[in-house]
């Protein structure tokens, strides 16, 4: 092999290598203070539709939500490959008690938001597609005949 070509070769290997890193390191800083994607019950969606009643409940901010709200987002629509912070905070949720999502961490000058996955990205995303649901910074989402308010926050 001539010396040029393995120089080539070997240049092109490391900026593989590098380009490959720089896509994995994002995923590893961790500096900040941590986001979570927490879901809160706002009421019992079953109860409320069986007595045509509005069987809200009121949310963190003092505001009333309808439970029965058919805007909400059916959680059967939202993967777990697609929205992995929602579903890991509606599986830790009850009908009684939040449940909330594993760390999220921004990092460094916004370097980290540009190549990974986050909960605002899923935030965005729900708030796209079903502009009904959006209730102030949350989104409303039915799981199990229970509504819950789909919110990034910062206390966990």
Do not use: C
Request: a negative charge; aromatic letters at 8%; hydrophobic letters at 40%.
């Amino acid at each position: 092999m001539r010396r040029v070509t393995r120089n080539f070769l070997l240049a092109m290997g490391v900026i593989a290598v590098l380009l490959l890193a720089l896509g994995a390191l994002p995923g590893f800083l961790k500096s900040g203070d941590p986001y979570y994607m927490t879901a809160t019950p706002v009421g019992n969606d079953t109860a409320a539709n069986a007595t045509g009643a509005g069987g809200g409940a009121a949310t963190p901010d003092g505001t009333a939500t309808a439970a029965n709200d058919s805007s909400a987002v059916d959680a059967a629509n939202i993967s777990d490959r697609r929205y992995p912070y929602a579903t890991e905070a509606l599986a830790n949720a009850t009908a009684d008690s939040a449940g909330r999502s594993s760390a999220y961490y921004r990092g460094p000058v916004g370097f980290k938001g540009a190549f990974t996955h986050s909960p605002f990205d899923e935030y965005d995303s729900l708030v796209q597609q079903y502009p009904g649901a959006a209730d102030g910074d949350a989104v409303r989402v039915r799981s199990d005949g229970t509504v819950y308010r789909l919110a990034v926050t910062q206390s966990p």
